[in-house]
């Protein structure tokens, strides 16, 4: 079964532009609660995965970083420490459950590498569930 009518699209995800400031970065992670949130560039191109780990290794290795200049760091500069693999549009569910394993969620691009939302890693087991218990 093709991922696209598990896709959840990109104006319903929270994703963070590798313009971005560390401190935009962080609210945004508040925000959502979430610990991970997709990287894109300025051409809307997924280019990683910025995790609060890395936002917090970040803090704590870099001189003259504190909270009150936050705003003063891209997310472009900080390392990233995971890297979610992207699939295509075109593949299969059956080809999600190995990334599933690793990742929180899986990011979806186009064939130009355009970042068009994600497959979250409930949706895939909830997949795998149903095939296996029918």
Known sequence: MKIASFLLPKDKVAFI???ASMKEALEELE???YTALPLVDSDGKY???LSEGDLLWTLKNTPGIHF???DQVQVSEIEKHIHNESVSINAYMEDMLALAADQNFVPVVDDDNIFIGIIRRKDI???YMR???D
């Open 17 to 19: 532009t590798s313009s």
């Open 31 to 33: 925000n959502h609660y």
């Open 47 to 49: 280019v990683g995965t």
């Open 68 to 70: 009150d200049n936050l």
């Open 125 to 127: 087991i909830e997949y």
């Open 131 to 133: 095939n296996i218990t």
